[in-house]
């Protein structure tokens, strides 16, 4: 019994960090640009499907597909806010929703006519393979994506405190009008930001890709996940997201063994209203601007 | 322009006559999502839970029960208003605004369709159907062919334009396009704004309702995913935002511009065998109306008559602003 309930901690805790590294593309795009990311499930799915081609074609490890990902979302993103989000920045928010929905719907649609509506199962194998720590036995893919996942997010935070451009980024969040004032170069800032905030997105997806089968509808979902993760540890902190990846990874895996499928997949969105209701900037909320 | 629309309930051939029940109905729903945010302020993006409660209302009583879809829509006007009542209620008295509610909006319509797939009472992921449809009109239960319920989508979609313009012409209009404009200053003028807000939410959500249980008396058949998933409250939106946020016609232009779009869209790619088709539609039109349409396509149009000078412009109604 307790073998069990540790493994299921386990399990969650490791997913978590996934959600953590999804969660931390969404906030930083908040963070900075004070825009709600609704396409960031869609760009998640982005990822998995770079993850299940690069496996598929090339049969390289996961850690290099989700570099591959990593490069390859930095650019989408990058060029993505240059385009299109940059002119939606200063508007109301329910504009900057609806474009969102908008991007969100037309990635989806392009999803589904490149690679259809049927699932692809994981061209990796890795799910299959254990880890045998004493009373806990993990699989080598979720635990590979959350080193990596946690990895990487300790590298971002140590990037974004301690470089300059890290700085530049920071100080673009805290005070756009006083980073233009002392001369940043805004209109960069933001577009890297975005194309960091996809990058996330982009390695989670490909990182996870051997644990879910590859479909165009996972989409919504982990749209929903992120928001939920988010907004537990508050829209725009860094440490919130982690914190959040965290909570609702174990929640859920503790959710799968007490409830049932369906209540499972309802936690997330009772945990969303009822922290909302009583907690509206999350646990380590930035103040809404 | 009603008069336009009748005759074509009239006179055309089924499909269009299915395909305008449709836009109809979503003229209605728009409506109700336009009140919430064009003129009250409020941003919805789970406004399938509110047509969802509408439709469940008239489908339990109509199936399980035989009770008739007018005590149904009743019904779902008090649950759905209430509903959405309480949700206002809770939202603003922490203050949840803005995004969060939008957020929190989302996550009740998601919560309340995972919690109706998983109720065996209601059929679950099965769905509810309503007994085979029969030719004979009848009044008692809503039921009738496609060219009643035609003209029932068109006395919806009338009362809902009509009653738009009641409203946005009362007091409690311009409460709430003030309280939209600048909560601040509405509250200064002497504005409950926390009661105005429950108010056009609870008012949005009972007119969702009704258009909910015609929707699915129309359908024929409730499935918890399609009655309450995202992919409805989009499509509800999208309609209002195309023609015009907070105007009158808006929603009635927009359905009537955005869902035989989505209807070519998906026919073309059924017969291309390619999916998606009218996904990426909706997307780059919502993209780019917000772009260069930001008021809509129905302020464009009458500023157009405007421009050229077309004497009937004396009867367009004015378009009132629906951003700062």
Redesign the interface.
């Known amino acids: 019994m307790l073998s069990l309930w540790l493994n299921v901690l386990a399990s969650g805790v490791l997913l978590g960090l996934v959600y953590g590294l999804v969660a931390l593309g969404l906030t930083i795009i908040f963070g900075v640009m004070r825009v709600v990311n609704f396409a960031h499930g869609e760009m998640v799915v982005f990822g998995v499907y770079i993850g299940y081609w690069a496996v598929r074609l090339w049969d390289v490890p996961i850690i290099a597909a989700a570099a591959i990902a990593a490069v390859a979302m930095f650019i989408f993103g990058y060029l993505l806010e240059t385009l299109i989000v940059r002119r939606f920045v200063g508007r109301p928010h329910h504009y900057q929703f609806i474009v969102f929905i908008g991007l969100s719907l037309l990635f989806s649609g392009a999803l589904l006519v490149a690679f259809g509506p049927d699932p692809r199962p994981a061209a990796s194998q890795l799910a299959f393979h254990t880890v045998s720590l004493g009373l806990v036995t993990l699989d080598l893919a979720r635990l590979q994506a959350a080193v990596a996942s946690g990895l990487l997010i300790t590298l971002l935070g140590a990037y974004l405190r301690f470089s300059s451009f890290g700085r530049s980024l920071r100080a673009a969040a805290d005070n756009r009008l006083g980073g233009l004032i002392i001369g940043l170069n805004i209109p960069r800032v933001y577009a890297v930001a975005f194309g960091i905030g996809a990058a996330c997105a982009g390695v989670a997806g490909a990182l996870i890709s051997p644990l879910f089968d590859a479909q165009p509808y996972l989409a919504v979902d982990f749209t929903l996940l992120a928001f939920v993760t988010v907004i537990v540890g508050g829209l725009g902190s860094f440490s919130g997201a982690l914190l959040g990846g965290l909570v609702i990874g174990v929640a859920e895996a503790v959710a799968a063994l007490m409830f049932t499928p369906s209540m499972k997949t309802a936690l997330p969105y009772a945990l969303l209203i009822i922290i909302l209701i009583f907690r509206p900037r999350g646990f380590f909320g930035a103040n809404e601007s | 322009m009603f008069v336009i629309l009748a005759l074509v309930g009239a006179l055309s051939n089924p499909y269009l006559v299915s395909l305008m029940t449709i836009v109809l109905l979503f003229t209605f729903l728009g409506q109700s999502w336009n009140l919430m945010?064009g003129i009250g302020g409020q941003?919805s993006?789970g406004h399938a839970l509110f047509v969802g409660l509408g439709a469940y209302s008239v489908g339990v009583l109509d199936v399980k029960f035989g009770i008739s879809p007018w005590i149904g829509l009743l019904l779902g006007m008090f649950v759905a208003g209430s509903v959405g009542a309480v949700l206002a209620w809770?939202?603003f008295r922490?203050?949840?605004r803005?995004?969060?509610f939008?957020?929190?909006t989302?996550?009740?319509a998601?919560?309340a369709r995972?919690?109706f797939?998983?109720w065996e009472f209601v059929g679950a992921m099965q769905g509810l159907f309503f007994p085979a449809p029969t030719n004979a009109m009848d009044m008692a239960m809503l039921r009738g062919d496609a060219r009643f319920y035609y003209f029932v989508a068109l006395a919806l979609a009338a009362l809902g334009i009509a009653g738009t313009e009641l409203i946005s012409r009362s007091y409690l209009g311009y409460v709430w396009r003030a309280m939209r404009d600048d909560e601040q200053a509405a509250r200064a003028l002497g504005v409950r704004t926390f009661r105005h807000k429950i108010l056009v939410i609870a008012i949005s959500a009972a007119a969702a309702a009704v258009g909910g249980g015609v929707l699915a008396l129309v359908q024929g058949s409730i499935f918890p995913d399609s009655i309450m998933g995202?992919g409805l409250s989009?499509d509800v939106?999208v309609g209002p935002?195309v023609g015009g946020l907070g105007t009158t016609f808006g929603p009635l232009v927009g359905s009537l511009t955005v869902i035989p779009l989505n209807h070519a869209m998906s026919a073309l790619g059924d017969s291309l065998r390619?999916?998606?088709?009218?996904?990426?539609?909706?997307?780059?039109?919502?993209?780019l109306v917000?772009?260069f349409l930001?008021d809509g396509i129905w302020p464009a149009i009458v500023r157009l008559c405007k421009a050229i000078q077309v004497p009937w412009r004396v009867w367009l109604p004015q378009p009132r602003k629906a951003?700062?």
């Open positions: 945010l941003l993006i809770l939202s922490f203050e949840v803005g995004i969060y939008a957020l929190l989302i996550a009740a998601e919560f995972i919690m797939s998983g995202m989009v939106l935002v390619i999916p998606g088709l009218n996904n990426i539609a909706y997307g780059v039109v919502l993209i917000v772009w930001p951003e700062e």
